[in-house]
DNA sequence: CGGCCGACTGTGCATCCTGCGCAGCTTCTG
DNA sequence: CAGAAGCTGCGCAGGATGCACAGTCGGCCG
């Protein structure tokens, strides 16, 4: 549920105002992308209901705060054992998330770990579980691409939604009050 | 660089605070841990300074923002292509994330699109770099365990690292002015 | 084609927070 | 033992937030 009609450019405009000014308000944000401060709450509280915006979590770099190996892991489990292989995985902090993935019943989940030998012991809690039949993992050497959405939404971006809304651009905006 | 200590509880307690609590401010936070807001303040800095904390999203649902397939996909490069690779990556919207891994000088990415259709180009994309001698991918069926990292930060953190900070965590604070 | 409705704009307020500085303690470190 | 570092409490001024509302503009529908 809910992935509705595609953003347009102010939304895409506010999502990208928000990374960069990392704790800029409704004021700030309105004086960035030029429309009136109620409009910029309408549209946030809107990409929330929507559920396109899910949290404004801090952002945690797991490598920063120690954690400096991650791998990517592929398990193998039995059949219909999705259920079981969740509730094991949701057990064990290392795993920081995980995906069902076509193939034959395979989950591909990513795990973190303070060193080598802390993956290891992760590696063999993973398949500690019954139902994992068999499990293969790589270890990610560095980040090539960061983290990123933007880039994709932007793609999506229609000219302009609202129908007044970033008309004049470029053109100085008195803002509210 | 950075990735020093470990954090503490109070370091936690304040991510916590702020993911549930998603706009809340520095004295919100203060009432909710139970330490003066100064001190929060400082905290917050440090997180940031150390590069733990990397940004404060917004955290973006692809899937509600209409991409909703997702796949992994794992590339063989030719020898010394990374940043090749890297280039030709970044240039493709639909690429959300890239690691390089263990193996044959592997890449790992993760690409979004909205339609399978729409996937199958962009894994055209991929394909059209020079340096990529194949690729296999796994389309994600479902989330079994969404993205988090608490509680592996809950795993590290050492009881109380400041002093004072905390001390009686259950006794009634008066907070600021 | 005219009217209705939703989306955006500008204001106006009262309330509350933020950013900054500072003095006083207490604990850890050299 | 002295200095450094980390927290606590406070105060203040500027400024943001939350809420309400009238007025427009453009699109959709009967």
Same mark, same amino acid.
Request: glycine share 8%; aromatic share 2%; charged share 25%.
């Given at each position: ?23 800029? %308000?409704? @004021? =700030?944000?309105?004086?960035? /992308? &030029? #429309? ?11 990409? $929330? ?44 902090? %290392?795993? @920081? =998330?995980?995906?069902?993935? /076509? &193939? #034959? ?11 080598? $030998? ?54 100085? #905006?008195?803002?509210?009050?």
């Amino acid at each position: 549920m809910a992935d509705r009609r595609a953003l347009d450019a102010l939304d895409v405009a506010l999502l990208t105002a928000l990374r960069e000014h990392r704790r800029a %308000g409704d @004021l =700030e944000l309105s004086r960035i /992308t &030029g #429309v009136a401060r109620a409009t910029v709450t309408a549209r946030l509280e809107r990409l $929330e209901a929507a559920g396109v915006v899910t949290g404004y979590g801090p952002d945690v770099d797991v490598s920063a705060a120690g954690f400096g190996v991650q791998a990517f892991v592929t398990l193998e489990i039995a059949q219909g054992a999705i259920d079981a292989v969740t509730r094991d995985l949701e057990a064990i902090p %290392g795993v @920081l =998330e995980a995906h069902a993935t /076509t &193939g #034959v019943g395979d989950v591909l989940c990513r795990v973190a770990a303070r060193s080598h $030998e802390a993956l290891q012991q992760t590696l063999v809690d993973l398949n500690r579980s019954s139902a994992v039949v068999r499990s293969t993992s790589v270890v990610a050497l560095s980040e090539i691409v960061p983290w990123r959405t933007l880039p994709l939404l932007e793609t999506a971006a229609a000219p302009s939604a609202g129908r007044s809304a970033m008309r004049r651009a470029g053109a100085p #905006v008195t803002p509210d009050r």
